[in-house]
Every structure is written in structure tokens, then in C-alpha cells.
């Protein structure tokens, strides 16, 4: 599988190209390539142009209108460009008309997040689950793989080698996602055992939206060395580590970060890395309250908890990270104009959240250790009010064991 995963060049540049619709302004548009060219900058490479075109949808054909193509496509060649990103998934027909255009390397969003995903897996489980979303994705664009095979239409004694080819290759994926899916249904058991075997404690697991912060948390809480990088999907697979508050034992886990357009089936074969948000019995959201737009990423998170790991009952604490990058403009008494986003202090979101919340809300610094200490009183009283929930006898013998530590 190692010839699928694209190959990158250091600083290798490129453009990035997107779409304005009725369904995405041109605020959104221009938010979604910021996204776009932090995941580009994350697998290696160099953004160096925007080219953003507005229409009804995308052409079924190019993505974007044939004028629209020249003008990128004379950009590319004046600039010495060798890659161009689409920040929407592209149909192989549109791959192939592109590709035939532009003569250059093209990816689409999908697929550039399937390269930073190759690139971060280390464990079985991870490699698995990527090599399964590789094949999956790859599956419907065989077609475009053998453009440089003489193809003849279909029909008795009428079928060119190009697409004997893609039939085997067809078939060959199939059964190789089919070994995949089983190979990760032994690792789920595998998994599922070891849960087991971690004996009657609360389960705790960090969720958000990708680099918000959440292994750099996961290190001070449980002291441990989790890969943190200010890079997208820095963690990619599941860590789990015993933590101990006030003589109140808990596993905590750190997992795989969120992201707007993650592809349907990207997410199903991720679903038993979530198998630790299932489980889990409080969940610890982290957000980024120094970006522009974290609510969006709120509303992404919570719909993909909900949609995927059905963890809309499950207790939360919301725990806005990053307050020493916070900045706003505070707005001049005479000044009428309407109040954004950057006009709101952190006063102001701190009063708007907890109320939301109901007090079930902390504003941190993971970076500078700020307010770590009220983070940990107040995860100390939500799994405290959990395990007396589920393990009552357990509770009278940890009560006793802290009275005696206690005389």
C-alpha cells in the first residue's frame, strides 16, 4: 500500500482553489482555504495562491468554469507550480479533465488529509484504518489510472487491456478492503479486552476540534510525553493514561481531532479509534477560543460526537483553551457600527458559556499552566459524582482510605 500514499517534496508549492456557492459565502469560502492551506502546510507543502470562483455549484466536468481553469492554469505555468489543491472532493471525471488541463499534480481535499493521515499512523490499529480509507477512496477513481491505456468500449470480445486491468484491480481492492475490514474487527476485540481488563475505573476522554490543544493538555494532566505539535492531526492514534487527582484514580484519553469536510468514509474507518469516546464516561471538549470561528468548530464536534459515537447524553465539560492567544478590539462608546466577533472580550464569553453550560466550563492556558489547578478540582468533583454513581462499595472504601490518610 505504501506506492498509494502521495509523495511529498519538502516546501513542494501550490495553489489552492475553492468554490463561492449560495450554500458557502465567500467569508466561509475564504475560512474553509485557511483550513486548507494549514493542512497543506502540515504535509509539506507551500501555499503561494488562492484562487476562489463563484457559482451555482461546481461544474460536473472541471470543478470550475473553463475560463477560471486557463487563468490557474497560466498562474501554474508562469510560477513553475507543480501541485494544485481543490478544496472539495473531485469526481474522477473531474480528476481527469483537470489533470488533462493543467498538467500538473492534482489533489483534493480528501485526499490530502488521507496523506497527513499516512504520514501520523504508528500504531497497527491506525495504519489499518488508513490503509482501509486509502482503498476506499481509490476504489471509484481506478478508471482514471489507466487514461494512459487504450481503452475500447464494452461489449462481447470488445474489452481493451486498460479495462481487463481496472477489473482486476477492482477486484484486488476489494478483497484487500474486505482483509482490512477483518484484520480491524480482530484489533477491536483486542481493544475491547483491554478496556476490560482496566478495571472499575471512570473513563475520561479529551475530544475537539484538531490542534486545539488537546495532547498538550493530556501531558500536564497525566504527566505523560504525548506527541503535541502545532500542526493538524498531530495525534492520530488513541492514548490512554491513568490519572491520579487527590488520591482519585481515572483513565484519560487523548484522541484524534475533528475537522468541517471529513469525509464519510474516512469517518467509518475511524470508528473504532472513537471506540474510546463510546465508552467513555464524562468527555473533556477543548476548544481553541483564540480562533476566529470556534464556535463553527464547536457545532463540528458536537455533530460528529453526536453522528458517529451517539455521545449526546454522555456528561461534558467545555474547556476553552488558549486564553493567553485571545484578543479582541473593544469598541468606542460612539461607535455604531454592528459588534463582531473581534468587539467580544473574554469577560463577555466567559459569562455567555458558563451560563450556557451551567458552570460545566473552564477557560485555560495549556501552554502557560493557567488555571490548570481549577481544571483539576473541577474534573476531580465530576468523576468523584460519577464513581459514586456507578460504584457505590467502591466509594465507601475510597471514603474510609481518605480518612485514614486524612488522621
Known sequence: MKDLILSKQENEKTVLVGLITPKQNEAKANEYLDELAFLAETAGAQPVKRFLQRLEQPLSTTFVGTGKLEEIKQYIEENEIGLVIFDDDLSPKQLKNIEKELQVKILDRTTLILDIFASRAQSASAKTQVELAQYQYLLPRLTRLWTHLERQKGGIGMRGPGETQ??????????????????????????????????KMIR??????????KSTLMNLLAKSEVFAENKLFATLDTTVRKVIIDNLPFLLADTVGFIRKLPTHLVESFKSTLDEVR?????????????PTFEDQIEVVNKTLNEVCGAEEKPMLLVFNKIDAFSYVAK??????????????????KNTWMAKMHDNCMFISAKNKENIDDLKNKMYEMVKELHIKRYPYNDFLFQKYTEDMEE
Not at 482486476?168 to 484489533?187: A, F, P, V
Not at 465508552?279 to 480562533?291: G, K, N, P, R, T
Request: no cysteine; charged share 35%.
Open 332 to 349: 468606542e462608546e460612539d461607535d455604531l457600527t454592528p459588534v463582531t466577533r473581534d468587539n467580544i472580550s473574554l469577560d463577555e464569553y
Open 279 to 291: 465508552e467513555a464516561d464524562l468527555l473533556i471538549h477543548v476548544v481553541d477560543i483564540s480562533h
Open 166 to 199: 481496472i477489473e482486476t484491480d477492482r477486484r484486488i481492492i476489494l478483497n484487500k478492503i474486505s482483509l482490512l475490514k477483518q484484520e480491524l474487527k480482530s484489533i477491536d476485540k483486542q481493544k475491547a479486552t483491554q478496556r476490560k481488563n482496566r478495571g
Open 204 to 213: 475520561v476522554a479529551l475530544v475537539g476540534y484538531t490542534n486545539v490543544g
